[in-house]
Nanobody, 124 residues
């Protein structure tokens, strides 16, 4: 059972990256999927979420309008498209499976699995 995040890298301010979160050994479509990030010296913060069934999404205020989360259950993959990147987006990004299958209006998240993280660095 493994969850792997990839797609990070170094990009200039205003650039774009697409992160992928791929599961092996289990299927993602039983879960809501959440992206988190952690910058050096800061606490981990939630970035985005996509619900299990209806594709409902939510975003942190800091990324609304710039990031888009999506899922392709056939490929067992969730994506985070990040546009108009800013230096303050620099962090290690993690994906995680949430047994609470909705992003909003339900119980608090219950994280089952974490990906290993992918570094995103945005230069000014």
């Amino acid at each position: 059972v493994q969850l792997q995040a990839s797609g990070g890298g170094l990009v200039q301010s205003g650039g774009s990256l697409r992160l992928s979160c791929v599961a092996s050994g289990f299927t993602l479509d039983y879960y809501a999927i959440r992206w988190f990030r952690q910058a050096p010296g800061k606490e981990r913060e939630g970035v985005s979420c996509i619900s299990r069934n209806d594709g409902g999404t939510n975003y942190a205020d800091s990324v609304k309008g710039r990031f888009t989360i999506s899922r392709d259950n056939a490929k067992n993959t969730v994506y985070l498209q990040m546009n108009s990147l800013k230096p303050e987006d620099t962090a290690v990004y993690y994906c995680a499976t949430d047994r609470v299958t909705v992003c909003e209006g339900g119980p608090p998240p219950q994280i089952d699995n974490w990906g290993q993280g992918t570094q995103v660095t945005v230069s000014s």
